[in-house]
């Protein structure tokens, strides 16, 4: 598949396997869904480091906190807003690298495979608790 490009700001790829190695090269993550349950390259942004633009919708706002570790929008998305909150990270570096400080712990302290395995855990524990009960 050949990228779409729009000068040099903006390259629509496709679909990648690669999706980790490519992601540090990202200024910032736009994912302006109208529906979603728990989208995972929001999880790789984050632990890439990459800031978010995303809806606030379905499970987005259980991943990302808004004006912590992303901007959310209202959902559905909209060019107004979606287009103010892209110029707000990129004309502000120091906003960028502090929602991708914060998207980096969050991740890290939520989503990496030691904490999710802990949190499913204590789920089924839970779960198996209550039916002997």
Known sequence: MTPLRSGNHVRLLGHRDDVM?????????????????????????MAAGTPIVATCTGGIPEIVE?????????????????????????GTPGLRAELAVHGRARFAHQFAAGPWARRLREAYVAAIGQRAS
């Open 66 to 90: 808004n004006d912590v570790s992303a901007i959310l929008i209202p959902s559905p998305p909209r060019p107004g807003p979606l287009a103010d909150a892209i110029a707000k990270l990129l």
């Open 21 to 45: 190695a490519i992601m540090d090269a990202v200024d910032v993550l736009i994912h302006p869904s109208r529906q979603e349950a728990f989208p995972t390259t929001l999880l790789e942004a």
